[in-house]
């Protein structure tokens, strides 16, 4: 028997009075009816095998004294004599079959600790403390190096956000990374989101491009900062359409670089470790086939799990439609519960999005900058009911630039961490 892993989240649903409906009794493999009747409806029960079904499985395995365990055991080894004449065994494998002291190079003109060198000219190998000591001094003391420090003394996960596509059209990508792989060296940085607005914008006009720009910004980071995690921004508006084949078609003519298996094959070959989806086009994109921003969030997030990206990176929602221009009305706390119902919940719920990036506070093209709080951190209803997210704060994250601060990098990441578990820092 199993929980859904969705319980958290729905306590902290339930601080907003937001209700998720339980599965269906009729699945025959629902266990609901063993939970207690004042069971909350968000909490849900299913049997991954019935009791019979655990029964006879355990029986299989133990009965006649565990043999069949026994008999699943590997097949016998095969096993070849490479001194038995007629018999042949590779002898071009790596080392020299001999044993070496502690500290001796594994292998003819390697470094000390067996690191390879490489012939002259040629550039095989990065010690990814190649990052000076001067590099990173220097970018701990510029604005995003310093709210680094202060975000993490503030409890905040912290990635690097950067935009290196410009950069690499310019042939200038190694400068740009070795400046953010810098930043990203400081203490409590976990990775570096190195591009927004993928296939989006009008930096790449075909999906060579995009493929390239990808595959070697990833592996210029890893050689600097391996151990860092690599994000990229962008939408997949066909997954909105969902199975209608009208909207698809045309949907991929209007995005022709955001085909969905090209993304999977950034997540499937490891270039991409955190992979977020904006969802600003779901409320208009779809108008012309009577799809509306529920429903084609909900497409879009169906088709995420059927492609499973999940088992090759994290996959993240985005949104920026919380925050409100000045003299906007704001919203009651009945719609800014509904908001959340809607923007936040729901991508967590359906299992697809396992985390939620919110732009707390950005400037629209007429320079108005829009909120998510008050000004100077007044109180307003939204910015209260998203503070009552505690349990699901790991999960929520924001975008932060400290070159242009609400009050100051301090009082600003001190009340961000109030409701997100994690910031990106623009750089």
């Known amino acids: 028997m199993r929980l859904r892993p969705l319980i958290v989240i729905g306590l902290a649903l339930s601080l907003l009075g937001v209700g998720v409906p339980a599965w269906s009794e009729d699945d025959p493999r629902s266990c609901n009816d063993l939970l207690s009747a004042d069971t909350p409806a968000y909490v849900v029960c299913r049997w991954m095998a019935t009791p019979e079904e655990a029964r006879d499985i355990a029986r ?12 699943s055991g590997p097949m016998n080894e095969i096993v070849i004599d490479c001194n038995q004449p007629g018999n042949e065994c590779a002898n071009d494998s790596e080392g020299d079959g001999e044993m070496h002291d502690v500290g001796d190079p594994d292998v003819e003109g390697a470094e000390d600790g067996g690191t390879p060198e490489c012939p002259p000219g040629e550039k095989c190998y990065v010690d ?20 680094a420090k202060t975000a993490t003394t503030a409890g905040l996960r912290t990635w690097i956000d950067t935009e290196l596509a410009d950069d690499y059209r310019a042939g200038q990508l190694e400068a740009a990374v070795r400046k953010v ?19 989006l914008n009008q930096t790449f006009t075909t999906p060579e491009e995009l493929d390239a720009f990808v595959a070697e910004t990833s592996a210029a ?19 909105g359409c969902g199975a209608n084949e009208a909207c698809k078609t045309e949907v991929a003519k209007k995005y022709p670089l955001l085909d969905p298996d090209r993304v ?10 955190q992979l977020a989806l904006d969802n600003a086009h779901l409320a208009t994109e779809y108008a012309t086939w009577q799809i509306d921003a529920p429903t084609a969030q909900r497409n879009q997030w169906i088709q ?37 119902t809607d923007r ?3 991508p967590l719920q359906d299992d697809a999005a396992e985390t939620v990036t919110l732009w707390t506070r950005w400037q629209d093209a007429q320079g108005q900058v829009n909120r998510v709080y008050g000004e100077k951190w007044a109180a307003n209803a939204t910015w209260d009911q998203l503070k009552k997210l505690s349990t699901v704060r790991p999960r929520l994250a924001t975008v932060y630039d400290p070159a242009t601060p609400e009050v100051d990098p301090a009082t600003d ?12 820092l623009r750089s």
Request: proline share 5%; hydrophobic share 50%.
């Open 60 to 71: 299989f395995w133990l009965d006649n004294d565990g043999q069949n365990m026994r008999d």
């Open 128 to 147: 990814p403390d190649n990052i000076s000591q001067a590099a990173k001094t220097a970018a701990a003391e510029t604005p995003s190096g310093q709210a």
């Open 181 to 199: 792989a810098a930043l990203a060296a400081q203490q409590g940085v976990v990775g570096i989101r190195f591009t927004s607005q993928l296939g």
């Open 221 to 239: 980071l890893r050689r600097l900062v391996p151990a860092k995690k690599l994000a990229a921004h962008t939408a997949v508006p066909v997954l």
């Open 264 to 273: 999977g094959a950034w997540l499937a070959k490891g270039l991409i470790d």
């Open 304 to 340: 995420v799990r059927a492609r499973a990206w999940d088992a090759y990176a994290q996959i993240a929602a985005e949104d920026a439609g919380f925050a409100t221009a000045p003299g906007a009305a704001q919203l009651t706390p009945e719609q800014a519960t509904q908001a959340i």
């Open 344 to 346: 936040i919940a729901a």
């Open 413 to 424: 990441l001190k009340n961000l961490s109030e409701v997100f578990g994690q910031v990106y």
